[in-house]
């Protein structure tokens, strides 16, 4: 389960042990930012502790010295109109890199055995993915648009939104695995309900697109994660 650990790793350094103000951060001073290489260093030590093989420690180098290199170039070609872009662009080629060096470093041929310590790393992966990572996936989404703007006037517990979020994928997720698909419809009409009153007193269209864009995408992650993890529980 190399490959597995290998992206449990980095979804902790880059979404878990990346406070915002490291970003900030390394987005004023780019490479001059020491955050940018403290960044890098967890990324290494945490590969090279989760492999805990020495002849594996190329693998961590190599993971290293590229999220470096990906982390530098990102930095000074963003530009506030493509840092949408450049964000899965950086997330898309650290897991490529990632997916090389285990196919070229190991001689696993992605046949996981099905026992539970393997199962449960999946699994933690999953709900690791659909917490922090799918929350920033969403809000670099919605990027473009003034969402502060719109919701000026509706006033809400901090991080409300953000926690109801990752429960409604995390139980989506557990209903899809579970085959559930019905209690997928249930919430959906639960939350419908519940965000009724918001959208009916609400004078502007764009405020009722933001919550009907937000809820099918949210509940798109975690229903494709959900299909991910039956897929490679069962054929894998």
Known sequence: MILI???IVHFIGDFFLQPKSWVTNKEKKKLKSPKLYLHVLIHMALTA???WDISLIPIAIIIGLSHLIIDATKLLVQKKKTKRQLFFIDQLSHILII???YFF????PLQFEKDLIENGLLLLLCFLFLTTPASIIMKTIFIKWNISELTKNNRSLE???KY???LERCLVFIFIIFDHWEAVGFLITAKSVFRFGDLKKSKYRQLT???LIGTLISFSI???TGIIYNIAITYV
């Open 49 to 51: 502790i989760i492999l």
């Open 5 to 7: 650990k290998l992206l």
């Open 159 to 161: 991080g409300a939104g």
């Open 99 to 101: 997916v090389l060096c």
């Open 164 to 166: 109801i979020g990752i």
């Open 209 to 211: 697109e933001y919550i």
């Open 105 to 108: 470093f190991t001689q696993d």
């Open 222 to 224: 975690a229903i494709v």
